[in-house]
């Protein structure tokens, strides 16, 4: 079924703590994903340029850059962070921009 997109107006009055319908769960679902990237991205980001001293694209290109200065190194625990960024990436576009996302 085709995602009722209003569900977010409804799940962004919930968190505000305005009396509304609640949101369904897929609405919550599709939220927790996409803050679930952001939280990964923002860490990551953070790391690459606080302690690896990096200087981050300020454009949309930030995104692959991150992702890829760890999915590229040569240390498994750093190129595992890439990977899964990578991943979690393409499933909050997923959520954030797709009517339809199986196996939600």
């Known amino acids: 079924m085709t995602f009722d997109w ?6 962004a009055k919930e968190l ?3 009396a509304s319908p609640p949101a369904n769960q897929e609405a919550k679902m599709r939220a927790a994903i996409s803050r679930a990237y952001y939280a990964a991205f923002m860490l990551a980001k953070n790391h ?3 302690r690896e001293g990096l200087s981050i694209p300020k454009t949309a290109d930030a995104h692959r850059y991150v ?3 760890f999915a590229l190194s040569p240390e498994p625990v750093r ?3 890439g990977e899964k960024l990578i991943r979690l990436r393409l499933y909050r576009n997923q959520a954030d921009y797709v009517d339809r996302f199986p196996g939600l």
């Open 16 to 18: 505000g703590g305005f």
């Open 67 to 69: 992702s890829e200065q």
């Open 6 to 11: 209003s569900q977010y107006l409804n799940l």
């Open 79 to 81: 190129k595992l962070v």
């Open 48 to 50: 690459l340029r606080d």
